[in-house]
């Protein structure tokens, strides 16, 4: 399996960014997905949740502005950042919980993308 994560780049403060996550392999199911994020000093933290179903979760820090999505047709999920502030600063990094035919399910992470936040 491979998650390739992309979208991250250099945004203004207040502007928006819109990161995907794409996996790919012999997938039977995808279970929870989420992304986080790990910035300069900082350990990782879980920025927004999603469930099988459409129970969604959040930081605080990003309620109300982030939005996380998903097409499992596509075996992708997404993360909508609007109204980006300069703390929201780091690698972002995809995860997504999934079970191979055969196999029992596993934790499965992208890459890493940039999100930087800067005037």
């Known amino acids: 399996v491979q998650l390739q994560a992309s979208g991250g780049g250099l945004a203004q403060p207040g502007g928006s960014l819109r990161l995907s996550c794409a996996a790919s392999?012999?997938?039977?199911?995808?279970?929870?997905m989420g992304w986080y994020r790990q910035a300069p000093g900082n350990q990782r933290e879980l920025v927004a949740g999603i469930t099988s179903g459409i129970i969604t979760n959040y930081a605080e820090s990003v309620k109300g502005r982030f939005t996380i999505s998903k097409d499992i047709a596509k075996n992708t999920m997404y993360l909508q950042m609007n109204r980006l502030k300069p703390e929201d600063t780091g690698v972002y990094y995809c995860?997504?919980?999934?079970?191979?035919?055969?196999?029992?399910?596993?934790?499965?992470w992208g890459q890493g993308t940039l999100v930087t936040v800067s005037s």
């Open positions: 995860m997504m919980n999934i079970e191979l035919y055969g196999f029992a399910e596993h934790d499965y």
């Open positions: 392999g012999r997938i039977y199911s995808i279970n929870s």
